[in-house]
């Protein structure tokens, strides 16, 4: 696999890592062309009237454009993570902190500001 960028930025997360190096040290031949974008900031859609909707950027955690197949997105959670009855959590010091949104969620809305 191609990796945009070719190495991780010191502040990258462990599980992002994990996933990096298992992206850099594939050598399945059929993905050997893919090309691959970690971490990947895009412009998102900014509508004056919804004030709620003022965000400037979002970011792909990898985003893989896949030769003959299509393009992957992918959002990576790290640590101790459970889904009950499709609320998303995972465990801090203080306890089992809720997400915003579900990592399939925030994956799934990508997909349209990216396009």
């Given at each position: 696999?191609?990796?945009i960028p070719p190495?991780?930025?010191?502040?990258?997360?462990?599980?992002?890592?994990?996933?990096?190096?298992?992206?850099?040290?594939?050598?399945?031949?059929?993905?050997?062309?893919?090309?691959?974008?970690?971490?990947?900031?895009?412009?998102?859609?900014?509508?004056?009237?919804?004030?709620?909707?003022?965000?400037?950027?979002?970011?792909?955690d990898f985003l893989?454009?896949?030769?003959?197949?299509?393009?992957?997105?992918?959002?990576?959670?790290?640590?101790?993570?459970?889904c009950n009855d499709?609320?998303?959590?995972?465990?801090?010091?203080?306890?089992?902190?809720?997400?915003?949104?579900?990592?399939?969620?925030?994956?799934?809305?990508?997909?349209?500001?990216?396009?």
């Amino acid at each position: 696999m191609i990796l945009i960028p070719p190495y991780c930025h010191k502040d990258t997360p462990n599980s992002e890592r994990k996933v990096f190096n298992a992206l850099k040290n594939d050598s399945n031949k059929l993905t050997k062309n893919w090309i691959v974008y970690h971490s990947l900031n895009y412009p998102v859609s900014i509508y004056k009237t919804k004030k709620s909707s003022f965000k400037y950027f979002g970011e792909s955690d990898f985003l893989i454009l896949a030769e003959d197949v299509g393009i992957i997105n992918i959002e990576v959670k790290g640590g101790s993570l459970k889904c009950n009855d499709g609320i998303w959590s995972r465990r801090e010091r203080g306890g089992w902190v809720t997400f915003n949104k579900s990592p399939i969620k925030q994956a799934h809305n990508s997909k349209y500001d990216i396009g």
